[in-house]
């Protein structure tokens, strides 16, 4: 190695980034894995028939299983999911307790997407008065909404929120309800209903990884081009001084 001089500092820069940028690219391929999972998951139980919701209370893992429901929904208490975009139009998800009579448990149905141009005014929306047959399947987030502060306690109804919380509503509202989001598909009192799985599908994390190891290679290149041209000028430097000298 006495023809490899790269100096301290770029040593420890990198020793300090490249296991880094190396567990980042690890980390983007298992998100990747565990999206394509999730979609192969969702495109088999989404072409079962569905249940009702009293079988669907049994299952150890509910996540987009289809779900059969008759009962009303509850337009006193509504949720508007803000910051949804479709097809780069600005808008909520109107989302509504909905009491299911066969089992009596409430659930939180997710009745789509509504255009809110201006915030200056409410999102408009109508709520059934009748008692409704639906079809929907079960929504549960592969992760933990980001939120920047917690949606407040107690506002008013309708209440925007930046994030679907089932268990803190049936809490609040003293109810029984199931644990997750429902999302209604299309038929009556529905809006628009055309929601992606995943915000980011897994060729996008495989894209990123690939990133992530080519920045982790290019350092290494860096390092090893500095410290080679480093101990060449100072093999020149060290001729050059004992010429000099003779």
Not at 13 to 36: D, H, I, S, T, Y
Not at 42 to 65: K, Q
């Amino acid at each position: 190695m006495k023809g490899f001089r790269p100096g301290l500092v770029p040593t420890l820069v990198v020793l300090a980034l490249l296991p880094v940028l190396v567990w980042l690219g690890f980390w983007q391929l298992g998100r990747g894995e565990q999206k394509r999972q999730l979609l192969d998951s969702y495109a088999e139980r989404r072409t079962a028939a569905p249940v009702p919701l009293f079988e669907l209370l049994e299952a150890p893992d509910p996540a987009f299983a289809r779900v059969r429901l008759h009962g009303h929904f509850d337009g006193e208490h509504s949720l508007l999911l803000d910051n949804r975009m479709h097809e780069g139009k600005v808008g909520v998800e109107l989302l509504q307790p909905f009491l299911d009579q066969a089992s009596g448990r409430w659930l939180l149905v997710n009745r789509g997407w509504l255009p809110w141009p201006d915030r200056r005014t409410p999102p408009r929306f109508d709520t059934p008065s009748q008692s409704l047959d639906l079809e929907a399947w079960v929504y549960v987030a592969p992760g933990a909404a980001f939120q920047l502060h917690a949606d407040p306690d107690g506002a008013r109804w309708p209440r925007l929120v930046t994030a679907v919380a089932p268990g803190k509503l049936w809490a609040e509202l003293g109810r029984t309800g199931f644990a997750h989001e429902v999302r209604q598909e299309s038929g009556p009192g529905a809006y628009l209903t055309q929601w992606p799985v995943v915000a980011m599908g897994p060729e996008k994390h495989q894209a990123y990884a690939a990133q992530w190891f080519a920045m982790a290679v290019a350092l290494l290149l860096l390092y090893g081009y500095f410290g080679w041209h480093n101990a060449r000028e100072k093999r020149h430097g060290n001729g050059h001084e004992s010429t000099q000298h003779l």
